[in-house]
Structure formats: C-alpha cells, structure tokens
C-alpha cells in the first residue's frame, strides 16, 4: 500500500474515532451510570449482613446499567443507543456488550467462590475500560482501566471488600470528571 492511501486509511479511522467520540461524549453516559451503580452496591454491601445477599445485591445493582446510561446519555445529549454507518460506534458496543460474557465468571464465583466474587467482578469491570482509551483516544480510560484491575485484586487482599467498593466508586467519580473535561475540548 502506498504511504499516501495509508495517510488517507489512518485519517478516515480518525475521523470516524472524532466523530463516534462526539456523538457519545466519549462513553460518559456509561460511567456517570456506573457511579450511581457502584454507589448502590457499596450501600448494599454496607447494609448487608450476609454475604450471599450482598452478592446477589451486586447482580442487581448491574441490570441497572443500560436504563441509566440512557437517562444520562438524555441529559448529555449524546447519541449512545443510535444507529450509525459509524463502524467505531459498532465496535465500541460490542466492547460493552463484551463485558456481559466475562460476567460468567462473577457467576460462578458467585456459587463457588462468593467472599472473592465482588474482586472479581471488580477486575472485570476495569479491565473491560481498556479498549475504550483506543477507541475514545482517552488516557483516562487507559490508566483508570489498569489502575481499577489491579487495585481489585491489591485492595481486596489488603482491606476487603467494601474498601474495594469503594475503591471503584472513588475512580468511577474520577474518570467521570476526566471524560466531562476532555468532551469539552471536543
């Protein structure tokens, strides 16, 4: 391939990353639902007495995730649900949607493993932002994503649970704050 077509290849990509990062507010209907999630598991898991309720709590708290994010994604005036010839936007679904597959292994640990069940769907939430610093050309996502996966694991180790719940509560806030400064320089 000529330098000059890749030249056109990698501009028409990052038009379609500018214009996808636009149209979405670089996913931050998603994480301003996330707050309000994590904030609900980590009042569920400091009211709960039982583990295997405040395990079922954390389930709950997630069917949440699409009607708020569109809520939000309402007040932002962001296009996240609309359908778009954008191939970016596509892309960036199915990372959401990827999430939904990892969730399995939250399940199971929910039977199996339930003391380490909120740590892991902890990682897998911040694990599943990686791609998201790509497609949203976002540093935020980039080190909130590593920063958030391996201080599940440290954090729960360390200080158990809740301070894990909050642990990801208190990065949720920060990434949201991040995204809403960077989508005004869009």
């Known amino acids: 391939m000529e330098s000059y077509e890749l030249n056109a290849c990698v501009d028409r990509l990052n038009t379609l990353k500018k214009d996808a990062q636009r149209t979405q ?4 209907p998603f ?14 898991r400091l009211v709960s007495k039982d583990l295997r309720t405040a395990n079922m709590a ?17 007040a932002l005036k962001a296009d996240v649900f609309r359908k778009t010839g954008n191939p970016i936007n596509g892309l ?4 959401t949607l990827n999430q ?3 969730l399995l292994i939250a399940m199971w640990a929910f039977d199996r493993k ?3 069940m909120l740590m892991i769907y902890a990682m897998i939430f911040g694990a599943h932002l990686l791609p998201y610093s790509w497609a949203y050309d ?4 980039l080190v909130l994503s590593i920063v958030e996966t391996v201080g599940a694991l440290v954090i729960t180790h360390l200080c158990g649970s809740l301070a894990t719940t909050a642990f990801i509560l208190c990065g949720e806030i920060l990434l949201s704050v991040l995204l809403y400064r960077e989508c005004k320089n869009l």
């Open 25 to 28: 507010k670089k996913g931050l």
């Open 31 to 44: 994480i301003m639902a996330s707050v309000v999630i994590w904030g609900l598991i980590f009042i569920a």
């Open 58 to 74: 954390t389930f709950v708290c997630c069917c949440l995730l699409f009607p708020m994010a569109f809520l939000f994604s309402k």
């Open 92 to 95: 960036i679904i199915l990372s």
């Open 100 to 102: 939904l597959l990892y």
């Open 114 to 116: 339930p003391d380490a």
């Open 138 to 141: 976002s540093k935020a996502y």
